[in-house]
Nanobody, 122 residues
Framework: QLQFGESGGGLVQPGGSLRLSCAAS????????TGWFRQAPGKERERVSCISSTGGYTNYADSVKGRFTISRDNRENTVYLQMNSLKPEDTAVYYC???????????????WGQGTQVTVSS
């Protein structure tokens, strides 16, 4: 049975940190590039970061550079997003998704998680 989804969201104060996890079962995540997307109410879905299947390539949206770090543990079939120095504008539902290569086009991603809510507020 194929399962794919995020965990680790929650409520955090500005300046705080969270680590999101994206775990897969039923398929080998390490053969896919994995991206993190987010969508805030009333806004379009935004790609936050992506990591290649081997982990040798990563990229970030300008809005999160220097604050977020994407990584993967292929032994655990899991991809992580470490989020530091969180701001209220980071509030969104965060999704992970798998594709053949890192691309900005959400249509290229074959598998999507159900999303996890991140709320940054005092």
């Amino acid at each position: 049975q194929l399962q794919f989804g995020e965990s680790g969201g929650g409520l955090v104060q500005p300046g705080g940190s969270l680590r999101l996890s994206c775990a897969a079962s039923g398929f080998t995540l390490n053969t896919y590039a994995t991206g993190w997307f987010r969508q805030a109410p009333g806004k379009e879905r935004e790609r936050v970061s992506c990591i290649s299947s081997t982990g040798g390539y990563t990229n970030y949206a300008d809005s999160v550079k220097g604050r977020f770090t994407i990584s993967r543990d292929n032994r655990e079939n899991t991809v992580y997003l470490q989020m530091n120095s969180l701001k209220p504008e980071d509030t969104a539902v965060y999704y992970c998704a798998a594709a053949q290569i890192c691309t900005r086009s959400s249509g290229a991603y074959n598998y999507w998680g159900q999303g996890t809510q991140v709320t940054v507020s005092s």
